[in-house]
């Protein structure tokens, strides 16, 4: 089975840069599309990064996506931090038919 | 602009089925597969399954023998229904509409169900 593994948690300061890995299992993670997903707490998830590096309309400039087949995983970048980039992260990608989601990242900006 | 609405009971007992129904409002019907998520408290996304408009789903093994998800298209609605609930089950339970490979999108504004004696 395909499995995607994230750090639990990063933090970086206002203004930085931060980069949150996704590191796929039992398959290439190149195979499909992954897929990002910003989660406040209290509400639904909403994606940064669809297709692998697609930002959709209304997602800053800041959020960049990626996909590095020789570690087999994928990695969101947000650069500028701001405060309101606190929030969990979860990459999302296929197995087949099914969808699969990796753990999920705690970010803190302080 | 697609936007998705969900409800069901938010308080079960044991061994009772939890079921959720959502609704789709604009955008098409047919596209898509149209996605259950849940997420216990403090906890990440699990994948539950999802279903396209001519009825064929997906499910996640681990909830294959107590899951049916099913589809109206007359009303474009979609449902959930999950049999025999533990405490287990106890999340906030999401609709979403995917287009695969190019993940979920929209989600719906999720419900708590809990599961308690």
């Known amino acids: 089975n395909f499995m995607l593994t994230q750090p639990h948690s990063v933090s970086e300061s206002p203004g930085q840069t931060v980069t949150i890995s996704c590191t796929g299992s039992g398959g290439s993670i190149a195979s499909t599309y992954v897929q990002w997903y910003q989660q406040r707490p209290g509400s639904a998830p909403t994606t940064v990064i669809n297709a692998d590096n697609e930002r959709p309309s209304g997602v800053p400039s800041r959020f960049s996506g990626s996909i590095d087949r020789s570690s087999n995983s994928a990695s969101l970048t947000i650069s500028g931090l701001k405060t309101e980039d606190e929030a969990d992260y979860y990459c999302q990608s296929y197995d087949d038919s099914t969808v699969v989601f990796g753990g999920g990242t705690k970010l803190t900006v302080l | 602009q697609v936007q998705l609405q969900q409800w069901g009971a938010g308080l079960l007992k044991p061994s009772e089925t939890l079921s959720l129904t959502c609704a789709v409002y604009g955008g098409s019907f047919s596209d898509y597969y149209w996605n259950w998520i849940r997420q216990p408290p403090g906890k990440g996304l699990e994948w539950i399954g999802d279903?396209?408009?001519?009825?064929?789903?997906n499910y996640n093994p681990s909830f294959r023998s107590r899951l049916t998800i099913s589809i109206d298209t007359s009303k474009n609605q979609f449902s959930l229904n999950l049999s025999s609930v533990t405490a287990a089950d106890t999340a906030v339970y999401y609709c979403?509409?995917?287009?695969?490979?190019?993940?979920?999108?929209?989600w719906g504004q999720g419900t708590l169900v809990t599961v308690s004696s």
């Open positions: 979403s509409r995917g287009l695969v490979p190019a993940g979920l999108d929209p």
């Open positions: 279903i396209n408009h001519f009825g064929r789903a």
